[in-house]
Nanobody
Framework: QVQLVESGGGSVQAGGSLRLSCAAS????????MGWFRQAPGKEREGVAT????????YYADSVKGRFTISQDNAKDTVYLQMNSLKPEDTAVYFC??????????????????????WGQGTQVTVSS
């Protein structure tokens, strides 16, 4: 089992920044891919960014490329999502996720194959115009 705890959500005006954190604990070696997903009211959950825990390769949804950065601190077993130039359409509940998969690079695949995925409880991000 892997436990994930997010923090860092909040409210910000458009153009502002927030940094989300996801602290992992438990059988961390059982996963090799960490990611962030988000879900806005009335919409499906979508992938935002992923990172391989070994090697650190990162992948992003087109909607956040150039604005969001996913990173990790292996010493702290923590993954971060730095969000800059936030837009109102970024408003959503953001979830940290972990999984063992060699398709970490495919957000679309992970969204359709959420079995054996560990999820955090979610943190609200609200961007006002």
């Amino acid at each position: 089992q892997v436990q994930l705890v997010e923090s860092g959500g909040g409210s910000v005006q458009a153009g502002g920044s927030l940094r989300l954190s996801c602290a992992a604990s438990g059988y961390i070696s059982s996963v090799n891919c960490m990611g962030w997903f988000r879900q806005a009211p009335g919409k499906e959950r979508e992938g935002v960014a992923t990172i391989y825990t070994v090697g650190g390769s990162t992948y992003y949804a087109d909607s956040v490329k150039g604005r969001f950065t996913i990173s990790q601190d292996n010493a702290k077993d923590t993954v971060y999502l730095q969000m800059n130039s936030l837009k109102p359409e970024d408003t959503a509940v953001y979830f940290c996720a972990a999984k063992r998969t060699y398709l970490c690079w495919s957000l679309a695949w992970w969204r359709r194959n959420t079995d054996a995925t560990y999820w955090g409880q979610g943190t609200q991000v609200t961007v006002s115009s």
